[in-house]
């Protein structure tokens, strides 16, 4: 157990300490650095959440890991800022308690600081956890657990100490010399935390965008680490802080980490990304949009080039309609717009979360209005499935669009239920899925058992890619339901009907 030995010149010298009193000045100082660490602690976690979304996904069990890292180790900051020994305190371990002498709190607090401002960089910029999550993945890393286990090991763990540290230290000074601010230092607190909540998500990502926000959150850090200096280390600290800064800007920035690709949005729903692919003496022929880190959809003067199972949905399910009259047909997963690419007689309804998405995929992806008969509604799919009362000719589910970001509500039976429910008579569902095509893992027998428990019957799956049936490689699958009437006739020995034939 180590302790921190503060002798009274040394509180008296480094904290304006004045006939056993705080003065006033430095209670609002140390006021103002809990507010700012409420308010970065709270604006680091959903940041950190939000940029975890790109590259596992979002569901409740990588948001339990995230919060369980930082609230384990805060609490670890904040007991061992409850054995710091001021002056005047017992000694109740006696021999047992080891003293590091000499060292100001305030000094340790400020280093604490400053380490948090760098923690902070390196833990909520899109290129440098880019980085991480392909080391981890060269290295072998393949769980989705795995991955966010290792990255909330090495970049939530040792913030959150040095944050519980400075907090739960501060908190012993004002209550030492003042024991009336103890629910002050708790309210100043937590008015920083809801702020950092509300204004990070609510404010901040939609307006000036993630990677900016996350520059916001460094500034904050470097001005919490400012006040925490000693007047004679100010500049010291000021200059290393704009250091910094210019450092987080420049991680943050998509023109100098990434100047092919044209950020088109990024905020707290979706960093939607359009880059040109396929280039041939120096054109590019086709264009990508990305959607939270995965391929979305891609659209090229040449149809060879489309994604493999965007060309068999339009070529297999859509141009094959009837053209007697219009039919409808539901999309789950908007993403460019390019199922039906092309088609303006029969009815679309493309469904997405981010109600940004229409306008963008017409300004900067097709760069042209969708027609008439396809509309967008941006809702959450099962929430419109749970509610939905039309029924459709056609229903393609493309949600699944990551090979680590798994929709969880999207695999289920119930979701499946809900889909074939939506179906008319002789109605087809079509659901792309990136998955083992040899079933080489459980997410792909899982899912294979899923769906032929709600479709036992005329139920089809197609791999659309060449691969390994004896490896684990993943592939676009496609499963493909055709809603017709129930029958359970099978031939036998004794009762067989087919030399009537096909027809």
């Known amino acids: 157990m180590y302790a921190i030995e503060i002798s009274a010149g040394q509180t008296a010298e480094i904290?304006?300490?004045?006939?056993?009193?705080?003065?006033?000045?430095?209670?609002?100082?140390?006021?103002?650095?809990?507010?700012?660490?409420?308010?970065?602690?709270?604006?680091?976690?959903?940041?950190?959440?939000?940029?975890?979304?790109?590259?596992?996904?979002?569901?409740?069990?990588?948001?339990?890991?995230?919060?369980?890292?930082?609230?384990?180790?805060?609490?670890?900051?904040?007991?061992?800022?409850?054995?710091?020994?001021?002056?005047?305190?017992?000694?109740?371990?006696?021999?047992?308690?080891?003293?590091?002498?000499?060292?100001?709190?305030?000094?340790?607090?400020?280093?604490?600081?400053?380490?948090?401002?760098?923690?902070?960089?390196?833990?909520?910029?899109?290129?440098?956890?880019?980085?991480?999550?392909?080391?981890?993945?060269?290295?072998?890393?393949?769980?989705?657990?795995?991955?966010?286990?290792?990255?909330?090991?090495?970049?939530?763990?040792?913030?959150?100490?040095?944050?519980?540290?400075?907090?739960?230290?501060?908190?012993?000074?004002?209550?030492?010399?003042?024991?009336?601010?103890?629910?002050?230092?708790?309210?100043?607190?937590?008015?920083g935390s809801v702020l950092g909540s509300m204004l990070t998500t609510l404010v901040l990502m939609p307006l000036i965008g993630v990677s900016a926000t996350v520059v916001a959150l460094v500034f904050l850090a470097a001005v919490a680490a400012f006040l925490l200096s000693s007047r004679r280390r100010r500049t010291e600290t000021a200059v290393l802080s704009i250091i910094l800064l210019a450092f987080a800007f420049s991680v943050n920035s998509e023109k100098l980490m990434n100047p092919q690709s044209t950020l088109v949005k990024d905020d707290a729903v979706s960093r939607i990304e359009i880059e040109p692919a396929d280039v041939e003496k120096g054109k590019a022929l086709s264009e990508i949009m990305r959607i939270n880190g995965s391929f979305s959809s891609k659209i090229s003067v040449r149809k060879d080039l489309m994604f493999d199972y965007v060309r068999f949905i339009n070529e297999t399910f859509i141009a094959s309609l009837p053209q007697d009259f219009p039919r409808d047909i539901l999309v789950l997963g908007a993403g460019g717009f390019t199922i039906g690419l092309g088609d303006s007689f029969h009815n679309y309804t493309f469904l997405d979360i981010d109600k940004d998405l229409k306008n963008i995929a017409e300004q900067k992806f097709l760069q042209r209005p969708l027609p008439e008969n396809q509309k967008f509604?941006?809702?959450?799919?099962?929430?419109?499935?749970?509610?939905?009362?039309?029924?459709?000719?056609?229903?393609?589910?493309?949600?699944?669009?990551?090979?680590?970001?798994?929709?969880?509500?999207?695999?289920?039976?119930?979701?499946?239920?809900?889909?074939?429910?939506?179906?008319?008579?002789?109605?087809?569902?079509?659901?792309?899925?990136?998955?083992?095509?040899?079933?080489?893992?459980?997410?792909?027998?899982?899912?294979?058992?899923?769906?032929?428990?709600?479709?036992?019957?005329?139920?089809?799956?197609?791999?659309?890619?060449?691969?390994?049936?004896?490896?684990?490689?993943?592939?676009?699958?496609?499963?493909?339901?055709?809603?017709?009437?129930?029958?359970?006739?099978?031939?036998?020995?004794?009762?067989?009907?087919s030399f009537y034939g096909q027809w």
Request: proline share 3%; with cysteine; glycine share 6%.
């Open 15 to 191: 904290f304006c300490i004045r006939g056993g009193k705080m003065t006033a000045g430095l209670k609002y100082t140390l006021l103002a650095v809990v507010f700012l660490l409420g308010y970065t602690s709270m604006s680091f976690e959903l940041l950190v959440l939000r940029q975890l979304i790109n590259f596992v996904g979002s569901n409740t069990l990588i948001t339990s890991v995230v919060i369980t890292f930082i609230l384990l180790f805060l609490s670890v900051g904040y007991y061992i800022g409850s054995v710091v020994r001021f002056a005047g305190s017992s000694n109740r371990r006696g021999s047992r308690m080891r003293y590091i002498p000499g060292r100001p709190v305030r000094r340790i607090m400020e280093s604490l600081a400053k380490i948090l401002v760098v923690w902070y960089i390196i833990a909520c910029s899109y290129y440098l956890i880019e980085i991480y999550f392909y080391l981890l993945y060269a290295a072998g890393v393949r769980s989705t657990l795995g991955f966010v286990f290792a990255f909330s090991a090495a970049f939530l763990a040792f913030p959150s100490v040095c944050l519980g540290f400075i907090t739960s230290v501060i908190g012993r000074m004002l209550h030492r010399y003042d024991t009336d601010y103890t629910g002050r230092f708790m309210a100043v607190d937590t008015i």
């Open 377 to 497: 509604i941006a809702e959450d799919a099962y929430l419109f499935m749970l509610n939905a009362k039309q029924k459709y000719d056609l229903i393609v589910v493309d949600v699944f669009s990551a090979v680590r970001s798994i929709p969880m509500n999207f695999v289920t039976a119930d979701f499946f239920r809900m889909v074939k429910e939506r179906l008319k008579p002789n109605g087809i569902m079509v659901a792309n899925v990136i998955t083992s095509p040899s079933f080489g893992n459980d997410f792909s027998r899982g899912l294979d058992n899923t769906l032929r428990q709600v479709f036992p019957q005329y139920l089809d799956r197609r791999v659309l890619q060449p691969y390994n049936p004896y490896g684990r490689d993943l592939a676009n699958v496609e499963y493909v339901y055709y809603n017709y009437p129930s029958d359970k006739t099978v031939y036998t020995q004794d009762k067989n009907a």
